[in-house]
């Protein structure tokens, strides 16, 4: 009997799910306002201490870690590294972004001895995804990217009957903030297009042009991280993504021609997501979770536009909704999968097809730069 939780750090909600594997039993499923989390990262802590009280020692929780850290306790991490998973400037940090509150959080779960919380890998720490995939790359997946695939294999492998390591599929998750799409390739992640560093989603812009880069480094008196939460789908709309919700965007999006672009931008974003994936992976499925997954419009939008893409090339793949048993997000879960595996739950499969035990470096480590500027990096960054 394995009792495990895991925790995923989005960027509207921090939700938490756990399950006890025998008997099958949901012993927490909640979502606390994100903004509520930067104020006081110990309501988090306080959730857990109050399911172990009820529930009894809780033999894995997986916690929220960033851009991920090597698998290993918390207790064992280093305030080298959780910067690393959360890094910022100091203008930032003044500015007290909700990377400051997660950072934190960090810290009191490493200061939980009464918890027996791990801290996991992004993708880019994954032995399974080829060095040169890497290169000048840091967000090919945050760690909470790596619960979302977790979920979809175990819905691949139950749905069809096989192994994990016969599954082959492209995990998307379409946030608030970012869309990221992940390549699984025999069982193994080997590749993504995630956040900062993918097409555009619904705040951010994705990746951006190298020349825009330079310009806005040269022109802002602070390049801050706030900069990369605009110019997605929202912006190019024209519309102010906080006070328009995602579900009268979607539906505004029918009506108004400016709108509708914005729309545009975020549909064909995911197909090129999702295309610029298929040299590293034949996927047999897509899976399409994270906060737009939920409105059924802007779901069939994005399973048309999908299906319509590869058909033109001669091929079909099947489109569905990643499912969960969570009201939480769907990556709480597979979260919680995770720390079943580590603690040798049911899934303890999974984690070993993932490799997750062998992840390691840091998130710096494939940038190919002279190394004096690699070092300046850490300069200004490494709080």
């Excluded at 499923?29 to 020692?57: F, H, S």
């Excluded at 894995?60 to 960033?66: D, N, R, S, T």
Aim: charged share 30%.
């Amino acid at each position: 009997m394995v009792k495990a939780i895991g925790i995923d750090s989005g960027t509207k909600s921090m939700d938490l799910f756990g399950f006890d594997d025998e008997a099958g039993e949901v012993i927490v499923d909640a979502a606390v306002d994100r903004n509520r989390v930067t104020e006081n990262p110990a309501i988090i802590v306080d959730i857990l201490r109050e399911v172990q009280e009820e529930y009894g020692k809780i033999d894995a929780i997986v916690g929220p870690c960033g851009y991920g850290i090597p698998l290993k306790l918390a207790r064992e991490t280093t305030d080298e590294e959780i910067a690393l998973a959360t890094f910022i400037s100091e203008a930032d940090v003044r500015r007290r972004l909700k990377i400051v509150g997660l950072r934190e959080l960090m810290l009191l779960l490493r200061e939980a001895e009464d918890l027996n919380v791990y801290f996991t890998p992004g993708v880019i720490h994954l032995p399974t995804v080829p060095e040169w995939r890497k290169a000048n790359r840091i967000d090919l997946g945050t760690a909470d990217k790596v619960f979302t695939v977790a979920l979809a294999m175990v819905k691949e492998a139950e749905r069809k009957g096989i192994p994990y390591s016969g599954t082959n599929l492209i995990a998307v998750e379409v946030g608030f903030a970012y869309t990221s799409a992940m390549a699984v390739k025999n069982g193994q992640i080997v590749d993504g297009m995630a956040g900062t560093a993918g097409f555009p989603g619904y705040l951010g812009m994705g990746f951006m042009d190298g020349e825009l880069a330079y310009a806005l480094a040269n022109s802002l008196d602070d390049f801050g991280k706030l900069t990369l939460f605009q110019g997605g789908a929202s912006y190019i709309a024209g519309i102010d993504p906080f006070s328009i919700s995602p579900e009268e965007f979607v539906k505004l999006a029918k009506d108004d021609g400016k709108v509708e672009k914005g729309y545009k931008a975020m549909i064909e974003a995911v197909v090129k997501d999702v295309f610029s994936l298929l040299p590293s992976t034949v996927p047999e499925s897509i899976y399409i979770s994270g906060r737009f997954s939920r409105i059924p419009e802007f779901f069939e939008d994005v399973k048309r536009a999908l299906e319509d893409a590869f058909e033109s090339y001669g091929f079909s793949v099947e489109v569905l909704k990643l499912e969960s048993r969570a009201r939480a997000k769907e990556a709480a879960e597979g979260s919680a999968i995770i720390a079943n595996g580590i603690a040798g739950g049911e899934y303890r499969g999974l984690v070993e097809a993932l490799r997750l035990r062998e992840s390691s470096g840091s998130i710096f480590d494939w940038v190919k730069l002279k190394e004096r500027n690699k070092l300046r990096i850490f300069e200004k960054l490494i709080l």
